[in-house]
């Protein structure tokens, strides 16, 4: 009976994931089909309402994109890997973005860590994301470090930035399904996170102090 429960639960959840999902893809399609109409009546047109639909196209992509990586079924192919060079090669990725934000990245990686046994694409979009969620709370720019720590049968990696920081009130909010405070977020980034970290048995906890900075800190037991 334990197990039907936790049954019924999982398909709530996936019921509620479903209501927000469509609603926030049905915002950015109504507000692309009033635009159609107008581009139809031609006379009102200005050039702004094409930027303003590629956005919301884009939105409706990033959506979909997220969601997707979500609702895939639980990926068997999970190998023994080095997580510091895939955490290099995100920064590669990213480093450019970076740079265009006057931010800077202190690693402190160390070379040959003790191997994981995980879905390399899977732990890459974590890091992405957090990556991704530093670099937007710092839009003056700043430090992000990234440091790796082995302990006991653990490893921890942890990204701390200098940004606004996350107010008491709504760190328990983090990971929720669409919660976002920013006006182009997805506010699905933080619930894959948590979602692929609880599938390597891992876990994730955040500190953050306002107006000085944030710490996500991921916690992924050695293979
Ligand atoms: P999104 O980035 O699309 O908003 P996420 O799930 O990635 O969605 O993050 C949810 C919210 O958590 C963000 O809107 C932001 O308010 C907060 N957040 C996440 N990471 C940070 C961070 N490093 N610093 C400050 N706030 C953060
Ligand atoms: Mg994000």
Redesign the pocket.
């Given at each position: 009976s334990e197990d039907f429960l936790r049954k019924a639960d999982k398909l709530n959840v996936v019921g509620q994931l479903a209501a927000g999902f469509a609603h926030e893809i049905r915002n950015p399609l109504t507000t692309l089909r009033g635009f159609l109409q107008l581009m139809q009546s031609e006379k009102n047109w200005k050039s702004d309402y094409g930027d303003i639909m590629v956005d919301e196209i884009d939105r409706i992509n990033s959506i979909i994109c997220e969601f997707l990586t979500l609702a895939k079924p639980q990926s068997m192919s999970f190998k023994e890997h080095d997580v510091g060079v895939i955490l290099q090669n995100v920064i590669m990725l990213l480093e450019a973005q970076a740079t265009l934000n006057n931010i800077q990245f202190h690693v402190q990686v160390n070379s040959c860590l003790p191997l994981v046994k995980c879905s390399e694409i899977e732990i890459k979009q974590v890091f992405i994301?957090?990556i991704?969620?530093?670099i937007?709370?710092m839009p003056s720019g700043g430090i992000i470090s990234i440091v790796t720590v082995v302990q006991a049968n653990y490893i921890y990696i942890r990204?701390k930035?200098q940004?606004?920081?996350?107010p008491e009130t709504?760190i328990h909010?983090?990971?929720e399904p669409f919660?976002?405070?920013?006006e182009?977020?997805?506010?699905?980034?933080?619930?894959?996170?948590y979602k692929i970290i609880g599938d390597h048995k891992g876990k994730l906890a955040v500190n953050?102090i306002v107006g000085e900075?944030?710490t996500?800190e991921i916690k992924l037991p050695l293979w």
């Open positions: 994301n957090i991704k969620n530093a937007e709370a990204f930035d940004g606004e920081g996350i709504l909010r983090l990971g919660f976002t405070t920013k182009k977020g997805t506010g699905l980034g933080l619930m894959m996170c953050s900075g944030t996500f």
